[in-house]
């Protein structure tokens, strides 16, 4: 299996994970529209839109070099390895399927964890291991970012947006 193939195959991965988080789990996981503020549904609906435009808009690229068997432009294109001009482009961003697995399986156990012991212990979980998981290893920072930006986000869409949080409310 080529790269390409292999990059066609994730953004269609990414592209059916947006389809089930906006026609399932943000339905399903969010409270209903108390009448006040904004939806609790908004914020998530329109990430996952963003998310699901980028990859379709990646994945129609991707297709069109390979349909009409055209390269695509140096700065646009997906694999260094296939200069041979030695101009020396590189990509960090390649997609590794480990690594997109180990991003993804913390968010949808988000949208899971969420209705069962609520936002904010689920929240600073979901950063704790994201952050574990991009490479930091002290407790300490991994703690606090968590806590900080979880208690900033809530305060945020509670009190200045006014849209109630999902899940069980300890507080």
């Known amino acids: 299996m080529t790269r390409i193939n292999r990059d066609s195959i994730a953004y269609v991965v990414i592209i059916i994970f947006c389809i089930v988080m906006l026609t399932w789990a943000i339905p399903t996981y969010t409270p209903a529209y108390p009448g006040y503020g904004a939806s609790a549904a908004l914020v998530p609906n329109v990430a996952i839109g963003v998310m699901l435009f980028m990859a379709c808009l990646s994945l129609f690229f991707v297709g069109m070099a390979s349909y009409l068997k055209k390269p695509l432009p140096v700065e646009e294109r997906e694999?260094?390895?296939?200069?041979?001009?030695?101009?020396?482009?590189?990509?960090?961003?390649?997609?590794?399927?480990?690594?997109?697995?180990?991003?993804?399986?913390?968010?949808?156990?988000?949208?899971?964890?969420?209705?069962?012991?609520?936002?904010?212990?689920?929240?600073?979980?979901?950063?704790?291991?994201?952050?574990?998981?991009?490479?930091?290893?002290?407790?300490?920072?991994?703690t606090v970012v968590a806590t900080v930006l979880t208690a900033v986000l809530y305060v945020t869409m509670r009190y200045g947006f006014g849209v109630p949080v999902p899940g069980p409310q300890f507080f």
């Open 79 to 142: 694999f260094p390895e296939d200069l041979n001009d030695g101009s020396g482009f590189t990509q960090l961003g390649r997609t590794d399927m480990k690594h997109l697995t180990a991003i993804m399986l913390p968010c949808v156990l988000l949208v899971v964890a969420i209705e069962y012991i609520g936002y904010a212990l689920a929240s600073v979980a979901f950063l704790m291991i994201l952050q574990y998981i991009i490479g930091c290893r002290k407790w300490m920072q991994l």
